[in-house]
């Protein structure tokens, strides 16, 4: 049943509503880019938009599917694997020597 009190899918409007509670989005920060985080729980959310908890959950999942598909049309960003085992090299280092293995 939608926001109208009809039945079938919620509209996009509604879907867009839940997704920005619950993710607590603003607007985006200083680099022009929103992080998100998830401030709410699922019977709050359903309980705010008067629905059921199941149906929250199959809504959210249905917008997230749809940001991975969108996140997968873009090129991922390259890693920098030395940096990463330069780190893990400094750590193993400082436990050893705390340990005092060297």
Same mark, same amino acid.
């Given at each position: 049943?939608?926001?109208?009190?009809?039945?079938?899918?919620?509209?996009?409007?509604?879907?867009?509503?839940?997704?920005?509670?619950?993710?607590?989005?603003?607007?985006?920060?200083?680099?022009?880019?929103?992080?998100?985080?998830?401030?709410?729980?699922?019977?709050?959310? *359903?309980?705010?938009? =008067?629905?059921?908890? &199941?149906?929250v959950?199959?809504? #959210?999942?249905?917008?997230?599917?749809? +940001?991975?598909?969108?996140?997968?049309?873009?090129?991922?960003? *390259?890693?920098?694997? =030395?940096?990463?085992? &330069?780190?893990?090299?400094?750590? #193993?280092?400082t436990?050893?020597?705390? +340990?005092?293995?060297?």
């Amino acid at each position: 049943m939608d926001i109208s009190g009809n039945p079938g899918a919620l509209d996009d409007e509604f879907k867009t509503t839940l997704f920005i509670t619950a993710y607590g989005i603003t607007s985006s920060n200083f680099e022009g880019r929103q992080y998100y985080n998830a401030p709410w729980m699922t019977p709050q959310l *359903a309980k705010q938009f =008067k629905l059921e908890p &199941s149906q929250v959950q199959e809504l #959210l999942s249905k917008c997230h599917q749809r +940001l991975l598909v969108n996140r997968n049309r873009r090129g991922r960003p *390259a890693t920098d694997d =030395k940096v990463l085992v &330069s780190w893990n090299a400094l750590m #193993l280092i400082t436990i050893w020597l705390k +340990l005092g293995a060297i």
